[in-house]
């Protein structure tokens, strides 16, 4: 048994049945002086005031001084791409130099690049790649994270690509969340034909990723010039009949119709949401939809048009943010960056930030009842962060806070200094 | 002896006699597979090619694998407040939630609240709650930083605040350069009779800073609504009457022609210059002011007004890069996320960055013979990044990248893990 004593403030969530909407997402239950106490079967077994907790510490037990430090649910990230070979330093100085994302794309660079390179790696080198990705998505806080494939763009190298999220989930201590993308971006050699490319993932790359039970979640960029409403359409319906989950990357840089397309659908998520009018916003609603916010998206590509956050939650969506991390678009794996994105380009408030991060991520993950909130008979997972105070999470930036990390109550990552 | 092999860059920015202008900030001198050689009173005895330098490693050297990671001048970080009591968290939160940084100074917020608790703190608090910032700036890879007083606004205040300065100085790895900000603001019992304040900075503060040699330069905030023009010209001229440099908080929120009044005095640095027009920027290239430019604050401010850094880049200007780290506008420590959106929203290449963030910023501080870069005779100021190319810094933000720093050729701050 582990116990965690003496922390300055025990953010719970608790309680949560289902995602948090409206005023909801600003009570995150926060424990003053709160202690916790964690099961060797990796649950918490209770979340509670000191006074509560200390009863039930066993003489064996191992006590884990928090230092009047924060302890909060480990962060969610649900829309990430931390699987991928090379990077693209090269293009961004080509943009801090002019060049926009579309003209980069358009010489072979953009998500083709990447393409390139994580095909010429083996699953071997992917998964090595990846690691780094890991160590920092821990030190920012990070235990659960949603994994896209969508850079091999071929049955082998999507395959690949998910083969090698399976392994680091066996061999890191973050949990991963296999999506399937194999409709990211229309390779190469499909270049014109691109419905013989929509045919190859819907008749051939599904059935093996659902066959090879690789993937819980299928997405679809969703864009005029990649895959359009009907090309998506026909995907995520193909993705239902295998059982997957839907996600759809939507409206991230025109008005597309994919929030209203999500809705359709009965999608879990809607992601990006940039350009989503009102009417986007209300078909979410009355379907159910999840928007996923990426901020961090916005700011890497040097634009300030975010999604209009503060008018989603107040029609009463459950609300999440993640960082979209990738090598092009959005190169942060840090989710305090995102929650101070949110706080000072959405007004998103620190408590509405940090429930968009955590058990509002969680369920748009299908984890909803496992992870995201410092409930009893939850996984824990969760951080001890360098502060007395959540707010400073958002308000300190550049900052990577975390002084300790814990998955399933095993000490992930520890700052040794 | 300490020699530091193994570097896949070592960007030494050598051979700058003065600050770098146009296309020189481009030039990094990077040498691939680089080493150098630190002596034992702390400066830099050679930096070059692993074959030239090698051959100089005596037996009894100490030496540093540097595993394949960029070797980098320490950051100068030329613009900051990194000495206050108390945080702003609960403003920050505010702020989210709606209000407007103007209206939070209305009602008392803002930097009086860091006054109120600056003023409230012994000298002793006052150095022990800065050491955990001066934590954060070395292990974002800064080995030199400004350090301005300007949240006491009382003479006996402003002394502590600069005396805190000093022992941070001697109690830390950093390099403080300490600059006398009393007019930061107008304080409270002075708000009905802002020219008698004026005059307390003149006659009382200003000569008791020089007599005991708490400060080389001397800061105001210009603005109209603070300290306008006029009031600016008085206490700088007279800042120069005790040999203080001249810097000046100027047209952040709007063109109240600071950077002209910059230019007129022969300041040493305009700083901020969100507003500035040509005919400013030109009047800075004639005097040769440098521009501190500080993104972190317009990000922070919600804004997305830059300012015009390629346009001062253009004019020949030797553009300076900082944090502008403050409880306030400003809560960030972190270079690489100044680099980062240098490069993202001022157009800035990161070789820009990094010329902007290190030899034009010792220049500006008055350190350009001692640091900023990695040349012979120099203090050993420098960090090992855990990349193996320099443009990451910028590329992947939101993550701490500083493996090892060392400030005169002694390890100030390792990463533990």
Redesign the interface.
Known sequence: MLAVVNCSQLVTLRGAARPRVGAEMRELSIIEDGAMLVGDDGRIAAAGARSEVEPLIAGDCEVLDAGRRVCLPGFVDAHAHPVFAG????E??Q????ATYQEIAAAGGGIRASVRATRAATEDKLVSASKRYAG?LL??GTTTVEAKSGYGLSVADELKMLRAVRRLNAETPLQYVPTFLGAHEVPDEYRARRADYVELVIEEMLPRVAEEGLAEFCDVFCEAYVFDVDDSRRILSAARTHNLGLRLHADQLSLSGGARLAAELGATTADHLEHTDAAGIAALKSAGVQPVLLP?SV??L?S?RYPAARAMIEAGLAVVIATDFNPGSS????M??VLSLA???M????AEAITAATVNAAYSLGRGRETGSLDAGKRADFCLHDCA?Y??L???????HAHAVYVGGRLA?????
């Not at 943009?95 to 002019?98: Q, S």
């Not at 007004?347 to 620190?350: S, V």
């Open positions: 990077t693209r330093a090269g961004f100085e943009r801090a130099a002019g920092w030190r920012g961090g700011y890497a040097g300030s190169p942060t794996p840090s305090p960056l706080s000072t380009h007004r998103m408030t620190p105070d707010r400073e958002a308000y300190f930036f550049g900052v990577e990552f520890r700052r040794g200094n």
